[in-house]
């Protein structure tokens, strides 16, 4: 599924056309690789996108290759509250998250939950490229979920940027239980950036509600702490409805001091759809 903003018309459709192919060796190892041509709206944009290679080595674990569009496993820890559609801050325009640490072209990324009952451990590593990427970036995580219900993870990592002066610490935590019909959530993400003015704490809280097997609702809200200015906080409502093989989704959310500007508010909402089938189960920020 790709979401695209347009001017004017609020019709979309969708730009881009994604070739996948997979095979099983001789050990049971299997290795696949997927890649996306993408029509951008202007000539310089429209090229081989979103492409990656998975091993899958089974009980040793699964490592993927991102030559481009990858995000790594401490990345995705950034705001993991439960939402039936978009994250709180999502969909306003100059509204600022996080940093998202080591993430980007020619990303190593490594997932394992053989290891232990109810354990994830996750390892990142961008290596060194001598220009952009100076320094090689590291990052690992463990995610939790021996309890029903309960999900648990940590993270730290370093995104090398370009020297020293570019550095970032990237500190993760979030936990969420979910009993019966009903969520919760609550997220942390930290960094600590060498680069003055630079620090953001991201602060989540979000509940949601199964009406029925087809329907869901939430509220989420956030506070984004940035060195220097004023903290911006945001609430968002979402609900999704499954009608067969599609899933309409749709989140109206509120931030105020976007960006960290004092009295910079800003409303924003988005809808989406797309077949179940679209739905992307991999680690991609959408």
Same mark, same amino acid.
């Given at each position: 599924?790709?979401?695209?903003?347009?001017?004017?018309?609020?019709?979309?459709?969708?730009?881009?056309?994604?070739?996948?192919?997979? #095979?099983?060796?001789?050990? =049971?190892?299997? %290795?696949?690789? @997927?890649?996306?041509? &993408?029509?951008?709206?202007?000539?310089?944009? +429209?090229?081989?996108?979103? $492409?990656?290679?998975?091993?899958?080595?089974?009980?040793?674990?699964?490592?993927?290759?991102?030559?481009? #569009?990858?995000?790594?496993?401490?990345?995705?820890?950034?705001?993991? /509250?439960?939402?039936?559609?978009?994250?709180?801050?999502?969909?306003?325009?100059?509204?600022?998250?996080?940093?998202?640490?080591? /993430? =980007?072209? &020619?990303?190593?990324?490594?997932?394992?939950?053989?290891?232990?009952?109810? !354990? /994830?451990?996750?390892?990142?590593?961008?290596?060194?490229?001598?220009?952009?990427?100076?320094?090689?970036?590291?990052?690992?995580?463990?995610?939790? /979920?021996?309890?029903?219900?309960? *999900? %648990?993870?940590?993270?730290?990592?370093?995104?090398?940027?370009?020297?020293?002066?570019?550095?970032?610490?990237?500190?993760?935590?979030?936990?969420?239980?979910?009993?019966?019909?009903? @969520?919760?959530?609550?997220?942390?993400?930290?960094?600590? @950036?060498?680069?003055?003015?630079? &620090?953001?704490?991201?602060?989540?809280?979000?509940?949601?509600?199964?009406?029925?097997?087809?329907?869901?609702?939430?509220?989420?809200?956030?506070?984004?702490?940035?060195?220097?200015? *004023? *903290?911006?906080?945001?609430?968002?409502?979402?609900?999704?409805? %499954?009608?067969?093989?599609?899933?309409?989704?749709?989140?109206?959310?509120? !931030?105020?001091?976007?960006?960290?500007?004092?009295?910079?508010? +800003?409303? =924003?909402? #988005? *809808?989406?759809?797309?077949?179940?089938? &679209? $739905?992307?189960?991999?680690?991609?920020?959408?």
């Amino acid at each position: 599924m790709k979401k695209k903003t347009a001017k004017g018309n609020g019709w979309t459709m969708n730009d881009t056309i994604t070739f996948a192919a997979s #095979a099983e060796m001789d050990n =049971g190892w299997v %290795v696949s690789t @997927s890649m996306m041509i &993408d029509s951008g709206d202007n000539a310089g944009t +429209r090229n081989i996108d979103n $492409r990656s290679m998975t091993i899958d080595m089974g009980d040793s674990g699964t490592l993927t290759f991102y030559g481009s #569009a990858g995000s790594s496993n401490i990345s995705l820890m950034d705001d993991t /509250t439960p939402t039936a559609g978009e994250e709180s801050w999502d969909d306003v325009s100059g509204a600022t998250a996080h940093s998202y640490g080591p /993430t =980007g072209l &020619d990303t190593f990324f490594y997932q394992n939950s053989s290891l232990m009952d109810g !354990v /994830t451990i996750g390892l990142d590593y961008i290596p060194s490229d001598g220009a952009d990427q100076l320094l090689s970036s590291t990052a690992a995580t463990i995610k939790y /979920t021996g309890i029903d219900g309960l *999900t %648990v993870g940590v993270g730290m990592g370093e995104d090398n940027g370009e020297g020293a002066a570019d550095s970032d610490d990237v500190t993760a935590f979030n936990v969420t239980y979910a009993m019966d019909a009903v @969520s919760i959530g609550y997220s942390s993400y930290e960094v600590d @950036s060498n680069a003055a003015s630079s &620090d953001t704490t991201l602060t989540a809280f979000g509940i949601s509600y199964a009406v029925n097997d087809d329907l869901s609702v939430s509220v989420n809200t956030s506070e984004t702490d940035i060195e220097g200015s *004023t *903290t911006q906080e945001a609430m968002g409502i979402s609900a999704s409805l %499954v009608v067969g093989s599609m899933t309409l989704s749709a989140n109206h959310n509120t !931030v105020e001091n976007v960006g960290g500007t004092a009295a910079k508010d +800003r409303t =924003g909402y #988005a *809808t989406v759809a797309c077949q179940n089938a &679209d $739905r992307e189960a991999g680690p991609h920020h959408v």
